[in-house]
């Protein structure tokens, strides 16, 4: 995420994508990508399903292959000395990678390109803030008619949580008061 400050926008010549999604959406963006670029892009991949997707022709970095602390560091290893300029990070509203795609995120020198499910894009950098932030409150229904129960149910929380745990420290003291 080194490139978060900069809005500059490095040239599609090398692209990692983080497969963090169903594969239609990777297949999808690949053949808009070969469209507009040409087969000239070079393509790598982060993925944990098995087999290629259609259209994709480049390296594949299997998270199965890197288990543990020790496959992590290897493979941020390996990506760092591939040097993808740009990092294409699936958002979509499945929980698949969830934790890779954003350690992956953090460690690459890659600028950020997220894409969610629709089709839809934007550059994590400092200049898009506004539209990342509205991507996180809509994810966490933050927006719309969903805000107000959602923030209800946050600003009641301490206080079911509180009432809940002297219930049930009420209940246990009044079970060991019986057995005396």
Not at 5 to 34: C, M, Q, W, Y
Not at 59 to 77: M, Q, S, T, V
Not at 163 to 177: I, T
Request: proline share 3%.
């Amino acid at each position: 995420m080194r490139r978060f400050l900069s809005r500059a926008t490095p040239d599609f010549n090398k692209i990692l994508f983080i497969e963090s999604g169903s594969r239609h959406l990777i297949e999808h963006v690949i053949g808009l990508l070969r469209s507009r670029v040409g087969d000239s892009v070079e393509m790598g991949l982060v993925t944990c399903f098995a087999g290629a997707p259609q259209g994709f022709r480049g390296e594949i970095f299997r998270i199965g292959d890197y288990n543990g602390r020790a496959g992590r560091k290897r493979l941020y290893k390996e990506l760092a000395e591939r040097d993808y300029p740009i990092a294409c990070i699936i958002c979509s509203a499945e929980p698949i990678m969830m934790k890779w795609k954003w350690a992956l995120g953090a460690h690459l020198r890659s600028k950020i390109l997220v894409l969610n499910e629709n089709g839809d894009f934007f550059w994590l950098d400092r200049g898009h803030w506004r539209i990342a932030l509205h991507f996180v409150f809509y994810r966490a229904g933050l927006t719309g008619s969903a805000a107000i129960p959602a923030l209800a149910r946050l600003l009641f929380f301490p206080v079911t949580l509180s009432y809940l745990s002297l219930y049930a420290a009420f209940v246990h003291l009044r079970r060991k008061l019986r057995t005396l």
